[in-house]
């Protein structure tokens, strides 16, 4: 029979931010209003790609199941740490944690490889526009997102079941705001090394690979797009592909740095600032970088909302 002290832990504390309590206010309203423009942002997005028969292409595709990610993906964590940041009870059950850490890695791995597969889209659109219709079919759309979604919930169940098959007796404290993996492996009483070698092996196939595709596809779109004569046609294929740039960078670096990382060299409180970039500004940006400057969607929402056409 087990000691008392040797009792696996039925909860843990979430930390959160090291703020006092003066600055919470402030901090809980600029997570609140963000949150709340995440929803407004990326709800909008996907509403308008699903009303709206001009954007039902390829491109707005992709762009409609990232909004959804991005949706999913910060309800997963942002409530919970707002209900943490008003209150004083700071808990989270031991099987809440589990699902949590999962459907967050379902969701970022799927975002992650997406992103490669939106860089194939521009590729074709680009480099082969009078078969861009025919190549990017519904049907290859369809596949290469199952691909992701797939790809997504295996690799997440491999991060999770290595992560919490470890004994965790205490102490209970999570020095973060929500149940990430490196975060919660640094409470496991036992050797974490085979977990480090789990997370670097698997970082290779959820953030290196894709990332590779990325450059390699990017760098043959700028061959292609230097080969076009005009400025003013090279300045628009490049204008396509910025956007998709952006948001890659500011998703998959701080992810890489978060999980391909040795234990050893881990600081909380950079973990912190490194998972509000990929998992709360990403999403925040994402409908303003792709689509809310966009002049197809522009058009799309003043079409819905009856407000006639928007300027050419």
Known sequence: MQEPNQSSVTEFILLGFSFNS???????????????LIILGNGLITILICLNSHLHT??????????????????TTVPQMLAHLASQKKTISFASCVAQMYI???????????????????YVAICHPLRYKVIMSPWLCGVMVTF????????????TVFAMRLPYRGPNKINHFFCEVPAVLRLACADTSVNDWV??????????????????IYVNIFIAIWRIRSAQGRL??????????????????PAMVMYMKPSSEASPEDDKKLALFYNVISAFLNPIIYSLRNKDVKRAFLKVAGWGRAPE
């Not at 003066?22 to 949150?35: E, H, I, N, Q, V």
């Open 104 to 122: 967050f890695l379902v969701l970022g791995i799927t975002e992650s490889w997406l992103f490669a597969m939106m860089s194939i889209d521009r």
């Open 148 to 159: 992701c979604g797939l790809w997504g919930v295996i690799s997440a169940l491999i991060y």
């Open 58 to 75: 390829p491109m707005y595709f992709f762009i409609g199941i990232l909004s959804m990610l991005d949706l999913g993906y910060t309800t």
């Open 236 to 253: 628009k294929a490049f204008s396509t592909c910025a956007s998709h740039i952006t948001v890659v960078t500011v998703f998959c670096v």
């Open 199 to 216: 997370d670097f092996i698997l970082g290779f196939s959820v953030i290196l690979v894709p990332l590779s595709l990325i450059l390699v």
């Open 22 to 36: 003066r600055t919470t206010p402030l901090l809980f309203s600029a997570f609140l209003m963000t949150y709340l």
